[in-house]
Nanobody, 126 residues
């Protein structure tokens, strides 16, 4: 079965960095666009960033542009999220998700993604 397993979350001070990883299994990873979403308590799940199947296109929410970087290694079936200059408002559970797509575009809609990880908590203290 398909599994997406996130890791790398934790507690960090404002201004610090974290690197999240999402290891995929049970699917042809290179045929999927990958996205990172987050959900803070009492808020809806929101798109953070996404990357096309080839890694050639990346998209970012305005709130994280210039601070977060998404990348993927198709040989390792893994997608990464490098988060720098973290702010308290980045505190949330972060989820990776997979969308079967061989187009160059990446959807920001949660409903477009077929598979989801269990999430990893990121807490940024002020």
């Amino acid at each position: 079965q398909v599994q997406l397993v996130e890791s790398g979350g934790g507690l960090v001070q404002a201004g610090g960095s974290l690197r999240l990883s999402c290891a995929a299994s049970g699917l042809t990873f290179s045929a999927y666009a990958m996205g990172w979403f987050r959900q803070a308590p009492g808020k809806e799940r929101e798109f953070v960033t996404g990357i096309s199947w080839s890694g050639g296109r990346t998209y970012y929410a305005d709130s994280v542009k210039g601070r977060f970087t998404i990348s993927r290694d198709n040989a390792k079936n893994t997608v990464y999220l490098q988060m720098n200059s973290l702010k308290p408002e980045d505190t949330a559970v972060y989820y990776c998700a997979a969308d079967w797509s061989l187009s160059a575009t990446v959807s920001s809609r949660p409903g477009a993604y077929e598979y989801w990880g269990q999430g990893t908590q990121v807490t940024v203290s002020s």
